[in-house]
Structures are given as C-alpha cells and as structure tokens.
C-alpha cells in the first residue's frame, strides 16, 4: 500500500469515527483495514464473518459514503474475511467466536459479498458466536405445527407475532410461552424465526438461553460487551428459548437490561420455558415480574384427539421421503392413545416403524407396533399441582378468599386454612420454602417451616382436620 493510499484510508477512517462516534467505531471499525484501491472500488477486510455481515447489514452506506467524500470515483466496497494467519498476526481478534451471516443479513447493494473468491474461510473456531443465532430446524415451521385446543392460543399469538412487518406496534410484549417438555414450545419459537426472517426488513434472531449465556461471557472475555449488548438491541424480534436454564447473577442482569431496552424501544420479544414466570426462582424478581407483565400462555398436555393428529401429520412428511411408508388407521388411534408423554414421544414411534418397515420390508402392523413402542408407553404421570391451585381450593374449603390467605390477618378463621394450604405446598410440590414465602405473601421460610410442622402435629392427632387434608389433596390431584 502506497502512502497515498493510506494518508486516505487515515482520513476515511476519521470521517467514518466522527459519523459514527467513537464507541460504535471501536466496536465495529477498528479492526477493519484497507487491501487495495482501485479506480472505481476498495477493498476492505474485517478478522471475522460476524463483523462482516454486520458491517454489510447496518453500515455499508455509510462506509462508502465516507470514501466518496476522500474519492467520488468509488462505486463500489468489496468487504471480506481475512484468513486466519493474517487474523493472528499483529492483532488480537476480540470477536472471539463469530458465527455464520444469519440469513436476513445479506449485503446491501453498495457492497460485493467476496469472501467465497478472494478471502481465506475463517478458523473453524470462529463458527460459533451468540448472535450468530442457534440453529434452527427446517421442519419446525407453522406449517407442520399441530393445532388442538391445548396450544390454540399460543398458537395464534405466536402467529400474529410472527406476521408482524417492521414498525408496527407491539401487541402483546413479552409473548412468553410455557409447557412441560415435548409439547411444542420450541416448534412454536422457530416457527416464529422461520417467518419473521422471510421479511426482508425484519431482523429475528432466535438464542437458547445457554447460548445467550455463552455469547455475553465470551463478549466479555474478549472485551466486546459494547457490541454485543448493541447488536442485541438491533433486533426486531429477539426469541430466547429455555429460559429456566439462565444461570449467573451477571448474565441475568444482562437479559434483563436486555429485555427491558427491546420492549421499551417497541422491539418483540418472545420467550418460552418449562415453568411460569412467577416459578422462576433463580430469576431476579424484576425479570420475573416483567415477563409477568406480558401475555403469558400455557400449552397444556396433548389430547388424544391431538396426538392423534401429530401422528398422521409425521406420517405424511416420512411419506414425503418413503413414498411406500404406510401406517394403518388402527395403529395410529393405538399410539395416540398410548403414547401420552409428549410428542418426541409420537414421533420417536414414527421413525421405529418407518426403519422397522424399510430395514425388514416389512408392512406395519398392529402387533409390531406393540413390539416396537413399548418402552415409550409410560406410565401416566402425576398431575403437576400448582401453589395458586392450592390455594384457590383450600380457600373455597374453608370459605375464605384467596387474598385472605395472602394477607397479614391473624383471626382465626384465615390462620388454619393458610398454615394448612402452606403444608400442602411443601408437600404436593417441589417448591422451596422461601419460595413458597413469597408466593403467601412475601412471608419468611421460618413462618412456612412453622406452619408445616404444626399441620403434621395437628394431623397424626386430629382425625377430623386429616380427612380434611386427604379430601384437599383428592381434589388436587384428581
């Protein structure tokens, strides 16, 4: 490079850093170097495919504009990746784990995608970064999601958060979806990144929480929180899956500063977990209280009718592959009404009889199918009992409100229902005590230990107050 060339890339550079201030420069900027300049177009590199396509997506104008005011003859950015040896040389790559160009980031006119001809591909440690987005099943679409009268609402709400266009208002923010596992939450969340990144001015990025942890940790190891944190706020419709697992005071503080940015500034967030917001536990009180704040929708357990329906749709795409594949009407009303866990469970039984078939030429059969599945036919599980159940029940026993339970009364007539609806909480759920103190009321754990100890007491001496704990758990568990 000639000194003339880089007296003008040095003042190219100070234009683009006053255009765009100094921290998104040194966020997004300072690693990128000139190559070569031509009559008509430059040549630029960037160490990683993240900073590429970021660069593509949000400043390709901006960067060209700089050059046209150094050399109004430029037409043309050609932006691209430099190798590996070039990336280790002089200086350290900050972007520690870039990722692949999500789809929706695709180059604006301004500036030729050239890293398939002229760059190096980048180092295989370089493929994963969290804003590069977590994969995603192309069969998870709404197009092969099920609808029965357990997912109906979460359905449509996933849908009209989908179909949203850039600009338009927020309907429902956050969208938080819960269920047990296996019964659609993850469909339904890719569902919505498939169709929000089929819009060409809508940017979805769809993150397990595990890899939302792993991107803001190695954005701070390698001293790129700024732009991490700014690239996250870029987003149209941020999509976090498996909330229950994000763990680490730091990180926690993060997404919530997160979230809080995106819904403030009118951008979707869409969530889904195994558990309600207010079950969260390890969540700070004011992410759980915020994520309360937006429409949250349960999907319940899979009727037969719906299982049913998942069967045949899976039997139709395998068909799609195995013209031959075949499953007779008996067999499928004989896994739905069988296979009652969840809908890997359905599936998982779709593919044994699609290899049974094919490996062994085989036709499917009833008998077979009895052989093939058994291990997947479990046992029916427990119903899971909620504390605001309890509570809803033990208050209409004891003919008191469920605000009498919650509050700080003393009378007699709501002490005995509320240490009595405290000890089916510790015994009917899994929750701890402080938890189950906070949802009496904000109480302390040593008033939920004392009201337990005292019930047991009552109990094993008090034949008419342990009928009428039996019939209360009867009525719960039914």
């Known amino acids: 490079m000639t000194n003339t060339e880089q007296d003008r890339w040095s003042r190219v550079k100070g234009r683009l850093r006053s255009s765009v201030g100094e921290d998104v420069y040194s966020s997004w900027f300072a690693r990128m170097d000139l190559e070569s300049l031509q009559q008509e177009s430059v040549h630029l590199s960037v160490p990683t495919r993240f900073l590429k396509s970021w660069i593509q997506t949000h400043y390709a104008d901006r960067v060209l504009s700089c050059w046209q005011a150094e050399m109004p003859e430029v037409h043309r950015i050609d932006l691209t990746v430099r190798s590996a040896a070039r990336c ?10 870039p990722a692949e160009p999500r789809r929706d980031d695709q180059p604006r006119a301004a500036v030729q995608d050239m890293s398939r001809s002229t760059a190096s591909p980048a180092p295989a440690s370089t493929n994963h970064d969290a804003l590069g987005g977590s994969p995603l099943d192309p069969r998870l679409t709404f197009a092969s999601f099920v609808i029965g009268r357990s997912n109906t609402l979460a359905h449509a709400a996933a849908k009209q958060v989908a179909e949203g266009r850039h600009g338009d208002p927020v309907m429902f923010n956050p969208l938080y979806i819960h269920s047990g596992v296996g019964l659609g939450k993850t469909h339904l969340l890719q569902a919505v990144t498939w169709a929000g990144n089929s819009s060409p001015d809508r940017k979805v990025l ?12 190695a954005a701070l190891k390698s001293q790129t929180s700024l732009a991490f944190k700014e690239a996250l706020r870029g987003i149209d419709v941020l999509v976090i899956d498996d909330l229950q697992f994000l763990q680490g005071k730091t990180t926690q503080a993060e997404f919530c500063h997160t979230l809080n940015a995106l819904i403030d500034a009118g951008r979707q967030v869409v969530i889904a977990a195994d558990r309600p917001p207010s079950d969260l536990e390890s969540l700070d009180e004011r992410v759980r209280s915020r994520l309360a704040g937006g429409l949250v929708v349960e999907m319940g357990q899979l009727s037969e009718d719906l299982r049913l329906g998942i069967l045949k749709s899976r039997v139709t795409a395998a068909r799609a592959h195995h013209a031959s594949f075949d499953v007779p009407q008996p067999v499928l009303e ?3 009404r069988s296979i009652t866990h969840n809908g890997r469970d359905l599936e998982g039984a779709i593919n044994r009889l699609l290899a049974h078939s094919k490996l062994n030429a085989q036709p499917v059969t009833l008998e077979m199918a009895e052989r093939e599945v058994r291990d997947l036919i479990r046992p029916q599980e427990p119903k899971r009992i909620k504390i605001e159940d309890i509570q809803r029940v033990v208050a209409r026993q004891y003919n008191v409100s469920r605000a009498d339970l919650l509050s700080s009364r003393r009378t007699a007539n709501v002490v005995r229902p509320r240490q009595v609806a405290m000890y089916l909480a510790k015994t009917l759920t899994l929750r701890s005590l402080p938890e189950i103190g906070r949802r009496f009321g904000g109480r302390d754990h040593t008033t939920v230990l004392h009201a337990v100890r005292k019930i047991e007491g009552l109990v094993a001496k008090d034949t008419t107050l342990s009928d009428e704990v039996e019939l209360l758990k009867r009525q719960l568990q039914e």
């Open 206 to 217: 769809y993150l397990t929480a595990e890899k939302f942890m792993y991107g803001f940790v």
């Open 88 to 97: 280790a040389a002089p200086v350290r790559d900050t972007h520690a784990a």
């Open 334 to 336: 004989y896994l739905a």
